[in-house]
């Protein structure tokens, strides 16, 4: 079995489950925060629709620098609807899907950094970015949602198990 093979049964349950908590983002609540040091519903939705994309830009290239010295800063339009959201991300989850499907193992050995203003903020075997900043952080970020929905009283969809809105796996 290949690591691309181990890896995308988790990266298709995730992502399915992500899908349903973005389809209960509230179009009237993208501004909403919890707290004011908070991210707002939208920025915070934004940011989920968007970590599926950091899959291809990971296998293809060697590193990625979110604040170049002397250039822009790593910035994506924040999304304006739900419906929005849902279609980036599945265009984001397709591409990663693709990506993760084409890369052998030789390529998820590879080393990739992650950089910040030209400064190294870490190198990791590209599998090893992928299940940390891919998959595990949009399960953090989706978990961030969940709290969201529920202190707006919005039903949680189930996760890993039933919730108090859905009874279902």
Known sequence: MTISEVL???????????RKVIERIDDGALDWKPHEKSMS???????LVNIPSWTGMTIKTDSFDVSPPGGEAFHIPPVTSRKEALEMFDKNVAEARAAIAGAGD???V???????????????????VMRGFVLSH???????????????DIPVPSIYGPTADDSGM
């Open 8 to 18: 995308l049964p988790e990266f298709d349950q995730e992502m399915a489950t992500t």
């Open 41 to 47: 519903m939208g920025d915070l939705a934004t940011h």
């Open 106 to 108: 030789d390529v998820w």
């Open 110 to 128: 590879q080393p990739w950094s992650l950089l910040a203003g030209g400064q190294v903020a870490f190198t990791m075997p590209k599998a090893a």
């Open 138 to 152: 949009g399960i953090h970020h989706r978990g961030q949602m969940s709290v969201y929905l529920r202190l707006r």
